[in-house]
């Protein structure tokens, strides 16, 4: 399985984000403006968005044209509905209930069956969820340790208003599909859509 080994903080320094919607309260010593000084093209602004968004959720070049494939063809905008495939991950849906402190972890916990999805086990981290549907931390799952200090860590973090996240039972109900104004982060999906439109 092919998996992305970049360093975070570089790479977050790289395309413009901040470590926090990562998960990482580490803040880099080094010139936020280095990466400005050169000119960059079209191509080359096109190329760094679809970068920041694979990189934000952890996916390779092929899921990812595959999800733009599926939004292309989805009703409304083609960048606003990759988002909300991508947010509508379920490994995506375990950061953001703070039951993981990134994202990399979250996806690990899914592929260990610690998830469930309506009463299920599932431990797909690209298994996509549906309105109305209950995402839980398994009953096996919520007596760990690990899971406790990991909540007591992301305590701060706010819960997006699409999850519905019940703390005490260590689940989340999607109220609605998420969309671009519910992201903790700027991203331009108008030029992705252009570059894959070439």
């Known amino acids: 399985m092919a998996v992305n080994k970049d360093p975070i903080l570089k790479r977050c320094r790289y395309l413009g984000i901040s470590p ?14 280095a990466n400005n000084r050169k000119k ?3 191509y080359g602004m096109q190329l760094k968005e679809k970068q920041k968004l694979k990189f934000i959720y952890g996916v390779l070049e092929k899921p990812f044209y595959h999800y733009f ?4 063809k989805m009703e409304g905008k083609t960048g606003d509905n990759l988002i909300t495939i991508l947010e509508s991950r379920l490994d995506n849906i375990a950061f953001r209930m703070g039951l993981a402190l990134t994202r990399r972890e979250a996806r690990q916990l899914v ?5 469930t999805v309506n009463g299920q086990r599932v431990d797909i981290p690209s298994y996509r969820v549906k309105e109305g549907d ?8 919520r007596s760990s340790a690990k899971f406790k200090d990991v909540v007591e860590q992301t305590s701060g ?4 208003t699409w999850l519905e996240a019940n703390k005490e039972n260590f689940s989340a109900k999607v109220v609605r599909m998420p ?4 992201l903790d982060y700027e991203v331009e999906t108008h030029l992705i859509v252009e570059l894959y439109s070439k």
Request: glycine share 4%; proline share 5%.
């Open 157 to 160: 973090r706010v819960v997006p």
């Open 40 to 42: 960059v093209s079209e």
């Open 179 to 182: 969309n671009k104004e519910d």
């Open 111 to 115: 592929t260990h069956r610690h998830f």
């Open 20 to 33: 926090m919607v990562m998960g990482i309260s580490k803040t880099s010593n080094r010139n936020p403006n």
């Open 69 to 72: 494939e599926i939004a292309d």
């Open 134 to 141: 209950v995402i839980a931390l398994h009953e096996g799952s």
